[in-house]
């Protein structure tokens, strides 16, 4: 068996830096809300650096902060104290520069998939001809499976293509990072490993840096360069963080049957049961 590599700073080292561009910087993050009893305090100077082009997968219980993180990434959570820079500017409100893709995708039932895409492509690319953000648009619905539903309206469509629009959309605005949130939770088992590897199909293509928070261990295996283990709130912070250094592009019966495979899973489990 091969050694587990396995990191407990959450900082990357000097030589990771040099080697590869820092996209996410975040330093000393705390995020608190005030309560009736007085304050809380969800994240704790949390640390962490995401490289260029590396996709992370964030796991913890219920309650540790993990989705609260990401809403701060993408500029719907105002940050406490500390910050968050995203290729060396900070975060200071949403921006196309972050693609989203939550639980629901969050589309407008009355019109169509290929509307729904257009609608952050217009703003994205205000300048460029109509015929080319038709383009855009087309190109990633038909990368995740829809080139036969352009035109369908998105209350036509079953939830796991929905959930195929919002991840075209979100590769469509051309994000410095994608920011995805429990995208799969919803989905029953087939459709969602048939999303995660449409994900990542389309992702090993665009070479965009990328963070999933998930629930799921094999799920953040699967997708991911480094998994990110978040301590048990209040006050939570990295815990511990795992490397999965499995060649690129993967599939599922590769992954699974990798001899590190259950040696990962095994150690995520372990965190996630203390």
Known sequence: MSEIA??????ATEKEISDKKVMLDIKDLTKIYTTPKGEYVVLEKLNLQVMKEEFISIIGHSGCGKSTLLTMI???????????LLDGKPITKPGPDRGVVFQSPSLFPWMTALENVLLGVEQVFPHGSKNDRLDICKYYLDKVGLGDAFNKKASELSQGMQQRVGIARAFALKPKILLLDEPFGMLDSLTR????DVLLEVWNKENITAI???????????????VIMMTSGPRAVVGDILEIPLERPRTRREVI???DYYHYRGHLINFLEH
């Open 6 to 11: 396995i990191k407990e700073a959450p900082i």
């Open 74 to 84: 993408a500029g719907l959570n105002d940050i406490s104290e500390g910050e968050i």
């Open 193 to 196: 490993a048939e999303l995660q």
């Open 212 to 226: 999933a928070i998930t629930h799921d261990v094999d799920e953040s295996i699967f997708l991911a360069d480094r």
């Open 257 to 259: 049957e990798h001899p």
